[in-house]
Every structure is written in structure tokens, then in C-alpha cells.
């Protein structure tokens, strides 16, 4: 597939962030086009109020570990790393796309948001970023948690693999710390709630399809 103009959710084509071009070059998303930017940045599905509300979660923990669960084209990370440089930053995915055992009845297909190895090694250039390739949670076990965790990106789009995440990540997180949410409540991945509701958790609406749980 050729990539087009596109840095929202997989259906829906926006503007890029900051001085892209179109280009015909393989989309690093299954069946999800990006933007090539000129600048160096990579592509991130977070645009307008949803990278507000990215960056105001962020910068309103205290210390701790920042982790990003759901790396895909390495934007939303990039941006992270830049704009909070003292923070250290865990990028976690199975950099395979999404796990073929997690899709059965979900929107998304498996390998679907499968990052490129030019991401992945733009993201282990930042001094603050360490990718954890595996599949979650298997992939944090030998990690140090002493320190704790005061904010998570968490895009894992599919049930279970929400589901194991919060489960896995919340005895990890830090007073004041915060889970933000993507596609909550969006029509296409029910099951982002669904993981949330089961667990009894509270998480509160931020922008339409996002939610925060504070600790």
C-alpha cells in the first residue's frame, strides 16, 4: 500500500503535524496511511486535542517511570521524549503489530500498526527512550520497577491486551499518577471500556474517545 496524508485514526485523514509532504512510500500501519515529514518527525495517530491532552496528563505527575504501551509509528514517543527529557521513558510493543490471539472478534486485524525499522531506531536514539519489544506484559517482567510509574500511555486498542495491561501496571503506579486511555469509547474498540469496567476501575473523559485514571 502507498502512504497518503493521514495522522488520525485509521478511517479518517487529517493534517500533519508539522511540514509534511505526501509520499509513496510503505505505510508502517496495515491499512493505515501516514504522513512522511520532512523535519524529521515521525507519525503519530495523536492530532489536535488528543496530543493536548497527551502532553497535559504527562506533565501533571510527579516523579516516576513514563511508560508507553502501544508504540506504532513512534510520534506520540518522540514528542514525549523531547518535550519531557529528564523523564525516562519504557516503549513497549511486540513492534509485530497487534497479537494475532488478542483480534479474534475485534475491529483491528492482526499485524495491523507493525512499526518500521526506521522507528524503531529513531526511538532508541533518544537518550531517554528504551524500547521493550514482546508481547505485554510478558515483556516488563525483568525490568526495575523500584522507582515506580507515574504516567502510561496506554494504546493497545484490544480487550484482553488492555485488560492485562492495567492489570499488570496498576500495583506499579505512583500517588498523583495517572493512566491515560486512547480510543475510549470509541465505536470501533468497546473493548477498551470493557477492560476498565470489569476491573472496577474509574477512569474520567479527557477528550471524546480518551480517559485518565488517577491514583
Not at 496506554?154 to 495517572?178: C, H, I, Q
Request: charged share 20%; aromatic share 8%; with cysteine.
Amino acid at each position: 500500500a502507498l502512504a497518503l496524508l493521514c495522522v488520525d485514526i485509521p478511517t479518517q485523514c487529517g493534517q500533519p503535524q508539522g511540514n509534511a509532504i505526501l509520499a509513496a512510500s510503505p505505510s508502517p500501519f496495515v491499512g493505515a496511511p501516514i504522513a512522511i515529514e520532512l523535519n524529521g518527525r515521525l507519525p503519530t495517530l495523536l492530532t489536535g486535542p488528543k496530543l493536548k491532552a497527551y502532553f497535559r496528563a504527562a506533565g501533571s505527575v510527579p516523579e516516576g517511570l513514563f511508560v508507553e504501551c502501544g508504540v506504532a509509528g513512534g510520534g506520540s514517543v518522540q514528542r514525549l521524549a523531547k518535550r519531557f527529557p529528564d523523564r525516562k521513558i519504557l516503549a513497549f510493543d511486540t513492534f509485530d503489530g497487534l497479537p494475532g490471539e488478542h483480534t479474534k472478534n475485534e475491529f483491528h486485524r492482526p499485524g495491523q500498526f507493525a512499526p518500521q525499522v526506521h522507528v524503531i531506531e529513531a526511538l532508541q536514539a533518544l537518550p531517554n527512550v528504551e524500547v521493550q519489544p514482546g508481547l505485554f506484559p510478558a515483556s516488563m517482567a525483568d525490568l526495575d520497577w523500584s522507582v515506580g510509574i507515574a504516567f502510561v500511555h496506554l494504546d493497545f486498542d484490544l480487550y484482553e491486551s488492555t485488560r492485562d495491561a492495567l492489570k499488570a501496571l496498576m500495583p506499579l503506579m505512583v500517588p498523583g499518577g495517572k493512566i491515560l486511555l486512547d480510543d475510549y469509547d470509541w465505536p470501533h474498540t468497546p473493548g477498551v471500556r470493557k477492560a476498565v469496567d470489569e476491573l472496577g476501575l474509574e477512569a474520567r473523559k479527557v477528550t471524546k474517545f480518551q480517559a485518565v485514571i488517577e491514583f
